[in-house]
């Protein structure tokens, strides 16, 4: 069973819909074990609450101290890969150390077109309309040292309609969102337990 670690302020209905992937079925062998977020109440908290799943407020103003924070509970919870949910904030050396090629981040628009520091959305979708482009969508990606810049999983495209604006873009994209990061989940899920096969 691959455990699963979270680093999210927001995005939680995205939680709840991989939560309720898992367990249906849709991901096999795997389970969310901890959820981390580095300001307090916000609303996953409440969501992971609802599933039984343990919380935990990373407190602090040092990046470097909460990264540790977060490497300890995943440690205690035993988790072998970390998906981000609006998390937000560059993740640091320690982090990236313990979990290479292991962490999964979302990102709303085109990657790497419409990434990078303060590219969050709804941002990203106004500098996806003010680009000319037909189409927007979430991208799933690895993380690395640098925003949005990590391996590109997967993508799917969300068309521009007449009259979109950033927030009605975003909304969509966001919805679409949801069952690629299940996708994504998966196939990756996949490759952790058959190494073999790629």
Known sequence: MRKIGVLGNGVHRTFEYIVRAIAAGTIENCEVVVVAANHPNVPIFTSA???GIPYLYLDGADPAEIDAQALTAFRDHGV???????????????LLDAYPYGILNIHSAPLPQ????????????????????????PTIHLVDAEYDHGQILAHWPVPIRPGDTPESLNMRCNLAGMPLYVQAIRDFVHRFDH???Y
Request: aromatic residues 12%; charged residues 20%.
């Open 49 to 51: 609450a609802e599933f």
């Open 80 to 94: 072998d890969f970390v998906i981000l949910l609006g998390y937000g904030k560059k993740i640091g050396p320690a």
């Open 114 to 137: 419409f990434g990078g520091k303060g590219m969050v959305q709804p941002v990203s979708q106004a500098h996806v309309l003010a680009s000319g482009l037909r189409y927007s969508g």
């Open 195 to 197: 190494p073999d096969e």
